[in-house]
């Protein structure tokens, strides 16, 4: 089983280069750098609490970029988060999911600058290696009213959302732990089958009016898509790893991304039910069939208790999934086919591919 996403790898032999470690990087790739010579001191952090560290690093990094996006656009702009100068258009339909989406947006987002912040200077002051992704800051943003302008890592003009997590924190009867081929039905279908802007590309998409509430619409249900994720990997990760203090930074880090998770669910089931007259998108009454009803009325943001640990035990209302194999391969991967690295370099993908099978190889104790 490959340790990198497919369409990840360069022709690297990935078994071959952890085996021998950090330092046979060599000049493999773009990123190569910042690997090689990035073994943590020994004595004050294992290699695979780095790992990790670095890989959470990089997401969080990743975060912030796309959050920043947002924020430039339908947030709150000040001297905390200055950058942007807002769009009135987009700010007042993402207002239509929930009054106060502006200021969540700019809370989320001083919230990555301080995980990626701390994350950087906790490795730094361990003896490991910081992690940057400024070489691959190259992909154009939106040129609407309201944005900075400056080159991005994440692509939000492109996105392919998986909405089954709406459906698996509902289920009773499923856990993607206990049921890893169950096909959770995706909540916005067309979401998952396109490539859609959450932010106006330019102010061509500011209308007509159904089209830039389905922009927003987008946005609200990516805000929740990738916080979950945040959600199940930190808990995924802290089981991995061996000093008590970087156990520390995961447990209390992953519940501001659960945070995240909830507040977004609930915004999102206010998405307004429509079709996009410029590409067909459909975001349905999400409280009608085939949803609906006492376990998927939208106001319902608690998790449904679930099978746990085993079929034989009591459900229990839980974060999933927590499985922890191949779980930052698995992140890398569905990050990837979200869309946000359309039109980043080979370097990035192997960058990040090399981050991913290093946090994967990481075990307690060890």
Excluded at 297 to 308: D, K, V, Y
Excluded at 335 to 364: C, N, S, Y
């Amino acid at each position: 089983m490959n340790l990198v996403p497919k369409g990840l790898t360069t022709g690297a032999n990935r078994r071959s280069f952890i085996k021998k470690g950090l330092a046979a990087a060599g000049a493999a790739t773009a990123g190569a750098g910042l690997l090689a010579g990035a073994q943590a001191n020994s004595g004050q952090m294992t290699q695979g609490d780095a790992a990790i560290l670095r890989f959470h690093a990089a997401l969080e990094i990743l975060e912030t970029d796309f959050w920043v996006q947002y924020n430039e656009l339908g947030g709150v702009q000040d001297s905390e988060l200055p950058g942007g100068s807002g769009n009135p258009i987009y700010t007042a339909k993402l207002a239509i999911l929930d009054a106060d989406m502006a200021q969540y947006i700019h809370d989320n987002t001083e919230d990555e600058f301080t995980h990626q912040n701390f994350i950087n200077a906790y490795l730094a002051s361990k003896g490991a290696n910081r992690v940057s992704l400024e070489q691959f800051r190259t992909l154009p943003g939106s040129t609407a009213t309201g944005s900075s302008g400056k080159p991005r890592l994440t692509n939000l003009m492109q996105l392919t959302l998986d909405t089954s997590w709406w459906t698996r924190y509902r289920s009773r009867t499923k856990n993607p732990d206990l049921n890893p081929n169950f096909p959770f039905p995706q909540a916005i279908p067309g979401l998952a089958t396109g490539q859609f802007p959450g932010i106006p590309r330019s102010d061509a998409d500011l209308s007509p009016d159904a089209h830039i509430q389905a922009i927003a619409n987008t946005a609200g249900f990516h805000f929740a898509t990738v916080e979950q994720g945040g959600n199940s990997l930190y808990p995924q990760h802290a089981q991995r790893v061996t000093s008590v203090e970087v156990l520390r930074i995961l447990l209390s880090i992953g519940p501001t991304e659960t945070a995240h998770f909830q507040t977004w669910q609930d915004k999102a089931g206010n998405a307004v039910p429509l079709t996009d007259p410029t590409n067909g998108l459909v975001f349905p009454n999400l409280n009608a069939p085939p949803f609906g009803g006492q376990d998927f009325r939208t106001n319902l943001i608690m998790p449904e208790p679930c099978p746990f640990l085993s079929p034989s035990l009591p459900v229990c209302s839980i974060i999933r999934p927590t499985e922890t194999e191949r779980a930052a391969t698995n992140a890398l991967t569905f990050l990837t086919a979200m869309g946000l690295f359309v039109g980043q370099t080979p370097g990035f993908f192997e960058f990040m591919g090399e981050l991913a099978a290093f946090a994967d190889a990481a075990k307690r104790g060890m």
